[in-house]
């Protein structure tokens, strides 16, 4: 089975600088995705960013990207330009590529993260 | 486009009592449907899925049940509320593609008393 960790289970930064936020998970599959969520305090979970395991060129959007890293199994959300509204609980979670129609999602523990004004 | 729609927004249930929560999405056919709960400042655990109408998997053995009388309806249900049942309860659907992320609905804040 597949696991997904989130060591930090919170963090703080400054509005307007740099923070990452890290991610290791655990699986024996070589092809799957990878998703950051955010969840604000108004509870909606929200798609960051997602990540295909067999592409090597790390995403990217807007402000938020990713280092993933398949060998060491690292998956870290980079938010540039910290803003008040990132503060959020955020979720990093693993889907197999192999599970057919019933994609679940394992998710890890969340971190929350606060911005600092 | 597709929109989830759960309800209701929070909810107020004593022990012993019975529950059901709704969610349906629009915009889609035979999406992928998904129960979650979130305890309070956990993650969130997978409850129940489902591929299709009348088709359920569970993933914890628990006081709760789901179905799918619908394409797009996905109920969960429980016939006597526990005090354990309290948490919060998220809806989500995806596509059946391997690369499509899960969208979830506002969700369910359930307290029991």
């Known amino acids: 089975a597949q696991t997904v960790t989130q060591s930090q289970p919170e963090m703080s930064v400054q509005e307007a600088e740099t923070v990452t936020l890290s991610c290791t998970y655990d699986?024996?599959?070589?092809?799957?995705?990878l998703f950051w969520y955010k969840q604000p305090p108004s509870r909606q979970m929200i798609l960051v960013i997602r990540?295909?395991?067999?592409?090597?060129q790390n995403a990217t959007e807007n402000r938020f990207s990713v280092n993933f890293q398949k060998a060491a199994k690292s998956f870290s959300l980079k938010i540039s330009d910290s803003q008040l509204g990132d503060a959020a609980m955020y979720f990093c979670?693993?889907?197999?590529?192999?599970?057919?129609?019933?994609?679940?999602?394992?998710f890890g523990k969340g971190i929350t993260l606060s911005v600092r004004p | 486009s597709q929109t989830i729609h759960q309800w209701p927004a929070t909810l107020v249930q004593p022990v012993g009592s019975p529950l059901s929560l709704e969610c349906t999405v629009e915009?889609?056919?035979?999406?992928?449907l998904y129960w979650y709960r979130q305890a309070a400042g956990r993650g969130l655990q997978l409850l129940f899925y489902?591929?299709?109408?009348?088709?359920i998997s569970s993933e914890v053995p628990q006081n709760l049940s789901a179905s799918r009388p619908q394409d797009r309806q996905f109920i969960l249900s429980s016939k006597k509320l526990l005090l354990s049942d309290s948490g919060f309860y998220l809806c989500?659907?995806?596509?059946?593609?391997?690369?499509?992320?899960?969208?979830f609905g506002d969700g369910t804040r359930l307290s029991i008393l």
């Open positions: 915009g889609t056919s035979n999406p992928n």
């Open positions: 990540q295909e395991a067999y592409k090597q």
């Open positions: 979670a693993y889907r197999s590529a192999f599970t057919g129609a019933n994609s679940k999602l394992t």
């Open positions: 699986t024996s599959e070589s092809d799957y995705y």
């Open positions: 989500a659907w995806n596509s059946g593609a391997f690369n499509q992320p899960q969208h």
């Open positions: 489902s591929v299709g109408i009348g088709q």
